[in-house]
């Protein structure tokens, strides 16, 4: 994918909070994680998974700024780090993922591939981990809105 895998993600994460203690600058955070992926696998093949996360991750980076780290970090989740960034234009940034994942052509057979995004902006004296549980909670909170909804 052209991303940085798990450990080099820790590392540019442990870079950022160490600069921006330093300069006060500070940085957010934006978890990507692509819906119902498990679909792909499942109906056309890991190998066609590969694929699809090559060419999501060759989007991603087409739209992230020179100085931004994209990272795998996990099966079909993606993360960036956006240094100087608030929370607020990291959300605007968020929504261009969206976009890209939205328009990159890939598609499982029943319907295009989406994305869900989670953003955190990190809070001085926060550790790597709770800057990542806030992200995944965001992650998650996202997902639950897009969740199709039972009638009662």
Known sequence: TGCLNYAGTRYELDREINRSSRDGSGFSVCFVDLDNFKRVNDEQGHLRGNEVLARVARGLHECVRSFDTLGRFGGDEFIAIFPNTTETDAHE??????????????????????????????????????LLTRADEALLRAKAHKAPRSVA
């Open 93 to 130: 940034l968020a929504a261009r993922r969206r976009a890209t994942v939205a328009s990159s052509a890939v598609s499982t057979r029943e319907a295009p591939l989406t994305a869900s995004v989670g953003v955190a902006q990190w809070q001085a004296g926060e550790t790597i981990d709770h």
